[in-house]
């Protein structure tokens, strides 16, 4: 089945440390998204890609890296300097910029 | 810069009404808009995408419109049913010097009872 996956489901995460979360697609896309999602807003764009070996920040980008090594992969590491990590973070790819985006099942993080 | 709203922020029916969701922004020159289904704790799927020069939508019993001029959109759900109970997300794109990009309103919270 095409589709979208995240791991981990659920991610815990001492204050100081480096995490990464993992975003894999199978369905052909060139552009890949991570967001951010925090009760009561909306979606917030960290980072994209349009493709392999490039990507732009986003509206919320400090504090968070990424890479594009594959067309298939957009890990996303969200760093110390990221002052309020807790959130729900959700991957989306589409087969272009201006196309129609489909989304993973999501990664909670929780800060302790 | 682009602003979404959706109104109401929640809203609880009885199985079988017919009923509208709202989405309104602030800055008419967008691409294209997209309405999205969550469910708790999920991610987002996708219910319907509605280019610029298009006014509607449909997919079985969703109907979406566009009125680009007024920054609206409505999403019509006709005969509810309880498994239509989710967070209804809608999003408007607008091309930029450094791509595509999605802005959410904070979406609209239904609850179909029966």
């Known amino acids: 089945d095409g589709g979208i996956t995240q791991s981990p489901k659920y991610l815990f995460r001492k204050e100081g440390q480096n995490v990464t979360l993992s975003c894999e697609q199978n369905?052909?896309?060139?552009?890949m998204y991570w967001y951010r999602q925090d009760p009561g807003q909306g979606l917030r764009l960290i980072y994209y890609s349009q493709i392999v070996n490039d990507f732009q920040k986003g509206d919320i980008a400090e504090g968070y890296s990424v890479s594009r090594e594959k067309k298939e992969s957009f890990p996303l590491t969200v760093t110390s300097a990221q002052k309020n990590p807790t959130a729900f973070y959700l991957c989306?790819?589409?087969?272009?910029?201006?196309?129609?985006?489909?989304f993973g099942p999501g990664t909670r993080l929780t800060v302790l | 810069k682009q602003e979404v709203t959706q109104i109401p922020a929640a809203l609880s029916v009885p199985e079988g009404e017919n009923l509208v969701l709202n989405c309104s922004f602030t800055?008419?020159?967008?691409?294209?808009l997209q309405w999205f289904r969550q469910d708790p704790g999920k991610g987002l799927t996708s219910l319907l995408l509605?280019?610029?020069?298009?006014r509607e939508q449909t997919s079985g019993r969703l109907n979406a419109s566009l009125d680009k001029s007024s920054g609206r959109s409505t999403l019509y759900i006709a005969a509810s049913q309880p498994g239509d109970s989710a967070t209804y997300l809608c999003?408007?794109?607008?091309?930029?010097?450094?791509?595509?990009?999605?802005?959410f309103g904070t979406g609209t919270q239904l609850k179909v009872e029966l």
């Open positions: 800055d008419s020159a967008i691409y294209n």
């Open positions: 369905l052909n896309h060139d552009a």
């Open positions: 509605i280019q610029s020069s298009q």
């Open positions: 999003a408007v794109s607008i091309l930029t010097g450094g791509g595509n990009k999605l802005t």
């Open positions: 989306a790819s589409s087969r272009g910029l201006s196309n129609e985006q489909f």
